[in-house]
């Protein structure tokens, strides 16, 4: 792109890999199992930041874009950002907009896209991205993209996808393994290029099936012969990442058009954390040149990287904890990796030695140079499930906000970092659900009295919107009215024969 410089890809574990990103979001892990990285980190200055106030989300989003994406060009950025972020799936012209909850506390909301979690900001464009990058490295054929999913990702993955040019979307899921509510928003999928089924088997005899399809040599000359190619939608696709860094620049650029901070002032940005990738992407924004002092690091009970900021060790070897914020319930940090790569000037020896004891004894500890570099940025604390709640019904009643169970673990470790540092610099809060999604958590949070054994998905939603004021989202609203269009099942070694049956309708 004009007057940039020509941005290439390395791996976490090969940083003499030189790839441009059409080709690392096309093939989304490097073949040394290392994870993509640009060779260098654009910067953005003081007076563009400040530039940004009045621009719009997609605006901002084609500036940052481009600075990475550089062999897209403008036009097809341009496509993918106004494709991707329309006020008709979001709900609000704002795509994320930033709630005043007090004079230092900001609330980004990410969860107004379609299936009311943050994985819609970059679900939404991954495949705009990929589609193009499938035809910038010379493919022809389109892709099928195949997914095994224990619920969430699945529903923003269909989203995504649907209707796209090019793709067409299969997603397993486990039959036994979901709720009523995930198993609807899957079965009632719009899109003349979708297919859903379930899997008789759980979510590992899904997610193995997928990877046997991914890695067998004749599923995939058939799939060559029917005119595709596989691809997947993985969570460590750069093109997942990098559309995340664009919503922290669009908050600060919101709280400056707002007259909340001044240009250059410092903020922290608090992020309930589990693959590590979200607040990654903040990480990466500070990078840029946007302005923070603290990253702060909330986890639930499974609160791995607490004791790595505080200890420098990762230890995966302790026991897996099920809590009230899902999506929160990880032991591996994928993401990490990326930031280790960062943090240790780009020694990619140093990161395969680390990835290796991880996968051999399930540990690892980190150098005191890079532990230094790691506790100058990032404040790590963690809620279990008790205080979580407590954090919900307080805000509920102190502020009239109702907040998801995710993003209550992030107001609670923010607020005890406040105790401990007294620090009061201005702080965006990623909130990452819509609290609809965790109803039922949510609801228990702030009526600690009422009995909601016997109430169904619907009348749990409808009790909310009481309690909230909050509008229930059309996408959850309206689920009980539609059509189910997939009543699939097949045995866990068949699920080659129904990718095929949908590749040749
Ligand atoms: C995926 C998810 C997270 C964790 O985000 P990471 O990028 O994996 O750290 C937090 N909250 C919700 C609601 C999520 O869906």
Redesign the pocket.
């Known amino acids: 792109m004009k007057g940039k410089i020509n941005m290439k890809y390395q791996s976490t574990r090969n940083s003499n890999l030189n790839l441009d990103s059409a080709q690392a979001i096309k093939i989304g892990i490097a073949p040394d199992g290392g994870l993509f990285v640009p060779v260098s980190i654009p910067k953005i200055s003081d007076e563009k930041i400040a530039s940004f106030a009045s621009l719009t989300y997609v605006e901002i989003a084609n500036e940052i874009l481009s600075e990475f994406l550089t062999d897209y060009t403008e036009e097809e950025l341009k496509d993918c950002t106004k494709n991707a972020y329309t006020k008709e799936k979001f709900e609000t012209d704002e795509i994320a907009p930033v709630y005043k909850l007090n004079e230092n506390e900001y609330i980004l909301e990410l969860?107004h896209g379609p299936t009311c979690?943050?994985?819609d900001m970059a679900l939404q464009i991954l495949p705009h991205f990929l589609t193009k990058a499938i035809r910038k490295t010379g493919e022809e054929k389109d892709v099928i993209i195949l997914v095994a999913t224990s619920g969430?990702t699945g529903k923003a993955a269909l989203e995504g996808f649907k209707d796209v040019d090019g793709t067409k979307i299969q997603v397993f899921y486990p039959r036994d393994g979901v709720s009523d509510i995930q198993k609807l928003q899957m079965t009632t999928q719009e899109g003349k290029n979708v297919n859903v089924s379930a899997v008789e088997g759980n979510f590992d005899d899904a997610q193995t099936g997928v990877k046997i399809i991914f890695s067998n040599d004749e599923f995939n000359k058939e799939a060559n012969s029917l005119g595709y190619v596989f691809s997947s939608a993985n969570?460590i696709n750069w093109g997942r990442l990098v559309p995340?860094i664009v919503y922290y620049f669009a908050s600060y650029a919101k709280m400056l058009r707002d007259g909340y901070i001044k240009n250059g002032e410092k903020i922290n940005i608090t992020?309930?954390?589990?693959?590590?990738?979200?607040?990654?992407a903040a990480y990466f924004a500070m990078e840029m040149g946007l302005k923070v002092n603290k990253l702060i690091c909330a986890s639930n009970t499974n609160n791995i990287l607490t004791d790595f900021i505080k200890t420098g060790i990762y230890d995966k070897n302790r026991k897996f904890e099920t809590t009230i914020?899902p999506?929160?319930d990880?032991l591996i940090?994928s993401?990490l990796e990326r930031l280790l790569y960062l943090l240790s000037d780009r020694d990619d020896k140093k990161v395969s030695e680390y990835m290796s004891l991880l996968n051999k004894e399930g540990k690892y500890e980190i150098s005191s140079d890079i532990k230094e570099k790691l506790t100058s940025v990032f404040y790590g604390g963690y809620c279990d499930d008790t205080d979580t709640k407590k954090t919900i019904k307080n805000v509920y009643d102190k502020y009239s906000y109702t907040m998801?169970t995710?993003t209550a673990v992030a107001q609670n470790v923010y607020e005890n970092y406040v105790k401990e540092t007294g620090d009061t610099t201005k702080t965006v809060i990623a909130s990452?659900?819509n609290p609809y999604?965790f109803n039922e958590s949510v609801l228990s949070a702030i009526t600690p009295d009422a009995s909601l054994d016997n109430l169904d998905e619907f009348e749990l939603l409808d009790l909310l919107n009481e309690k909230s004021g909050l509008k229930i989202p059309n996408s959850l609203g309206l689920l009980k009215e539609k059509e189910v269009r997939f009543k699939n099942s097949c045995k866990k070694e068949a699920l080659w024969d129904e990718v095929k049956n949908f590749l040749t309708k």
Do not use: R, Y
Not at 271 to 280: E, Q, R
């Open positions: 969860w979690a943050f994985k969430d969570s995340q992020v309930p954390t589990g693959n590590f990738g979200n607040i990654l914020s999506s929160m990880i940090s993401n998801d995710h990452t659900a999604k």
